[in-house]
């Protein structure tokens, strides 16, 4: 067992001896140390003494590490073990499969395999949109990663990246009824991708791009929504352009200007920049500079990244070539997709009258939200620990789930258009406020809205095959 515990909540397993330590003794070190006791249970106990598990969070991994040393030097307290709680629900990971039916005799055995199953796989041959009907795939979505940009930790590889697909599977479940496993390529070559998910395509009925690096990440997308008929999505970079845009329809009506009008700047050019630009361009706003490291991104100058020459001709119309300051000056929306403590507060104070600050970077943000919260009309960030968090899981669930109920060949701008919308439509006008402009993760009505919203533009747009009964 490492002496580290790599997280904010702990379970200790410790041996008290009664004669020579108090319990409270014990408590009163943890406290000290920064920790919080939240549970207590006896496993056993006797007349020397008793082994209790102690439930513990604490605000930093410092603290953790603290908590244990001082547990250790507390005499009459033997420390048996440690466990990471985050750690204990990872265990043989954090999703199974169950059968729909259980097989209890010989002619359930039949019906679900062989010989009966034949005449189903016959069904299927003879009209393949059968699959859609006899199959998971009506309702299965492959979530896949190369682990080569996995959250904030770049390039971890695929085993690695593992957690967070399963964890990706569980929220489609959990929030949609959208089955979905998680699938990590052992290769970052772009033509291996691509061949990998058209020949495993068959089995599903979407599929979920999710932390794979750019600028590659744009070519397998293209590639694979080219040559499949189901829906492939990558969340980094469209998940976040539409609840990026929800979010700025609300911060837009609280402020009281009209997005035709406002200028808006993007730091961060990568994946969601990219994306948060494109659903803003087609949205309505005239106005977008883009900046990146070497600063703004203008017609003048050529790239070796190809999507920053498509920026470049779509963005920036007045040749702005300065710095994020400098762009800063008069705009009404600032969107931050790049990196913690960037943005200062005298460029929140060159912006427009009321600016709309988005600061997503994380853990970090641009700018931390209390220097800016007496000048900034409406903030929002990455984090949850902060009012108005621009969070993923507002769409992908929602958004499969209309996709694989139409039974649509893609998704389309005007899909994600009308996510953002019915995200925003969730707050009401009397709710909306400069701390709520983005509803909860939790809100059941996210992903009712989403659907209905999403299925009318796949019908309206002429890429659903399906028509769900509700909408006939």
Known sequence: MKNSIGGKSMIVRLELQAERVHFGQLITVITENGGDVIAIDVIQTGPEGSVRDITVTAAEQAHTDSILRAIREVPGVKLLHASDRTFLLHLGGKIEMKPK?????????SRVYTPDVARVCMAIHEHPENAFKLTIKRNTVAVVSDGSAVLGLGNIGPEAAMPVMEGKAMLFKQFAEVDAFPICLNTQDTDAIVETIKHMAPAFGGINL????????????????????????????????????????????????????VKVVVCGIGAAGIACTKILLAAGVKEVIGIDREGAITAD????????????????????????????A???????????????????????????VFVMANPTPEI???????????????????????????CFPGMFRAA??????????????????????????????????????????????????VIQ???????ARRTPREFR
Request: hydrophobic share 40%; with cysteine; charged share 25%.
């Open 101 to 109: 039916v259980p097989i209890q005799n010989r002619d359930d055995l």
């Open 330 to 356: 008069d705009a009404d929306v600032f969107i931050g997709l790049s990196a913690g403590g960037i943005l200062k507060r005298d460029d929140v104070l060159r912006m427009a009258e009321r600016p709309i």
């Open 301 to 328: 100058r050529q790239y070796a990244n190809p999507m920053w020459d498509w920026y470049a001709r779509h963005t920036n119309p007045n040749r702005y070539d300065g710095s994020l300051s400098g762009a800063l």
């Open 368 to 394: 931390h939200p209390d220097e800016i919260e007496d000048i900034a009309a409406v903030i929002a960030t990455g984090r949850s620990d902060f009012p108005n968090q621009i969070n993923n899981v507002l």
């Open 457 to 463: 533009a796949a019908l309206r747009t002429g890429v």
């Open 210 to 261: 999710e932390d794979i690096s750019s600028p590659r990440c744009f070519e397998i997308e293209d590639r694979l929504r080219r040559e499949l008929d189901i829906p492939v999505f990558h969340d980094d970079q469209h998940g976040t352009a539409v609840v990026l845009y929800a979010g700025l329809i609300n911060a837009l009506r609280v402020v009281g200007k009209s997005i035709g009008q």
């Open 404 to 453: 694989l109920d139409c039974q649509a060949s893609t998704i389309n701008e005007e899909m994600k258009l009308a996510a953002a919308q019915a995200i925003a439509s969730v707050i009401s006008d009397e709710e909306r406020n400069k701390h709520y402009v983005i509803p909860s993760v939790f809100n059941q009505e996210v992903v009712r809205r989403i659907r209905q919203a």
